[in-house]
């Protein structure tokens, strides 16, 4: 897809609130995706500075009272104002500084201009951070932002704008007048064509990208095909699940299935780990079930309201263990391990777990449920062990894992390795 060719990022310091007056001007210019040029002027504003402002950004009076005032800058920058896409952050603001000062000084320009603006873009495609502010959004695209320094904060908005165009989002798509006679954003007619829900997550997952988690989220998730792994955090994904329930969006998006991306299927059982409602939480999950097709989805599935309704929770687990792929048997072994800490559930669940299975991830987690049984209590579950009821494999994975868990003691870990059968 063909983007803007040329983008004129600009960034405006003022000396204070009272006057449409400028201090400082900075300028940016990006073509076809590329940084081109950068330019800082001080402006002489012919008024008085906010003590408050010369703090904050760092222009004093005595900095600018040699400079040129703003018609002189304005005969300088016209002709590059005119000459593409106009993009701030935060533009509105700019843009009616501009034009008033404009008005100020009886310089005339265009009745209507088009503009940008790289925070309301950043509210859409990057909804997962915490915050939409240049220096937080800067820091998220790994640009070195020199806040309140115009011609830094110009080339902070052009970096966005380039890190948007390399997602595939033009921000010309996004562009909106302005009328520079009445200094007010002009109500669009046209309907912007909305994006699906579907669609603006995908595309919020996408920009989370790390490269090198990717590599690793591949590694760890052989079942699921390389070109489905996105590679995103845990830490972003459970921020971005938060959103969308504030936002009262969990609903509509649990509704989507199946998934393209893996990352939107740990997506999918984070929401549903927050569901507060025990019967619309198992009808999610069962729902959810054949879509199920990581270790990474299950360990991220683990729903808050099991731990209060243990009870009702055990025939559903025997139910997904017996009737369900590997990675339902295996969503259900974590919940076992996870939920069902007590004696006699974990007695209850060892008979189940008893009998072998053909898939290696399923074996280990049984092995990961039997460690966890002889550690928190060696006096029920030693006797299974030294009794070798267990397959091999199992019983010495299971030793293993419990011997080298964190926070045992040298005499129980030589007790559990000496137990190990041999060949």
């Known amino acids: 897809m063909k983007m803007t060719d040329r983008i004129i990022a600009f960034d405006l310091e003022m000396p204070g609130q009272r006057e449409p007056k400028i201090s400082a001007i900075g300028i940016t210019v990006v073509e076809k995706g590329r940084v081109t040029d950068n330019i800082y002027y ?248 054949p879509y199920i097709d990581s270790e990474d989805v299950c360990e991220m599935l683990d729903p808050k309201i099991f731990r209060l309704r243990q009870p009702e929770l055990v025939s559903r687990l025997t139910q997904w263990y017996e009737s369900q792929g590997a990675y339902g048997k295996l969503l259900a072994v974590n919940l076992m391990i996870r939920d069902f800490v007590t004696e006699e559930h974990l007695t209850y669940f060892s008979e189940l777990l008893m009998r072998p299975d053909d898939s290696i991830k399923i074996n280990t987690k049984r092995a990961e449920y039997f460690a966890e049984a002889l550690i928190r209590y060696p006096k029920s579950f030693m006797p299974l062990f030294l009794s070798g009821r267990l397959d091999k494999w199992t019983h010495n994975m299971a030793l293993q894992i419990a011997a080298y868990t964190k926070g045992v003691s040298d005499e129980e870990r030589e007790k559990y390795v000496a137990l190990r059968m041999k060949k």
């Open 42 to 289: 001080l402006v002489n504003p012919e008024t008085e500075f906010d003590p408050y402002v010369i703090k904050l950004v760092g222009i004093t009076p005595e900095m600018v009272k040699d400079e040129p005032t703003f018609p002189e800058i304005w005969e300088k920058i016209k002709d590059i104002m005119d000459s593409g896409l106009i993009v701030a952050h935060g533009a509105s603001g700019d843009m009616k500084t501009l034009c008033a000062c404009l008005h100020h000084y009886s310089i005339p320009w265009h009745e209507k201009v088009r503009y940008a603006c790289t925070c309301e873009m950043g509210l859409q495609f990057y909804p997962y951070l915490e915050g939409h502010s240049l220096d937080c959004m800067c820091a998220h695209i790994g640009f070195d932002l020199h806040h309140h320094l115009a011609v830094s904060d110009s080339e902070g908005c052009a970096r966005l704008c380039i890190d948007f165009m390399e997602n595939g989002i033009d921000p010309a798509d996004f562009a909106f007048e302005f009328d520079t006679v009445n200094c007010c954003k002009i109500r669009q007619n046209k309907v912007r064509k909305k994006r699906s829900l579907e669609q603006r997550v995908q595309n919020a997952l996408l920009n989370m990208r790390q490269e090198k988690l990717t590599a690793k989220t591949i590694r760890r998730n052989p079942d699921v095909e390389a070109d489905r792994i996105i590679g995103v955090s845990e830490k972003s994904l459970r921020i971005y699940a938060s959103r969308l329930i504030q936002k009262n969006k969990a609903a509509d998006y649990l509704r989507i299935l199946p998934h393209v991306y893996h990352e939107e299927n740990c997506l999918h059982a984070l929401i549903i780990s927050e569901r507060k409602k025990y019967s619309s939480c198992i009808e999610l999950i069962e729902k959810f079930l």
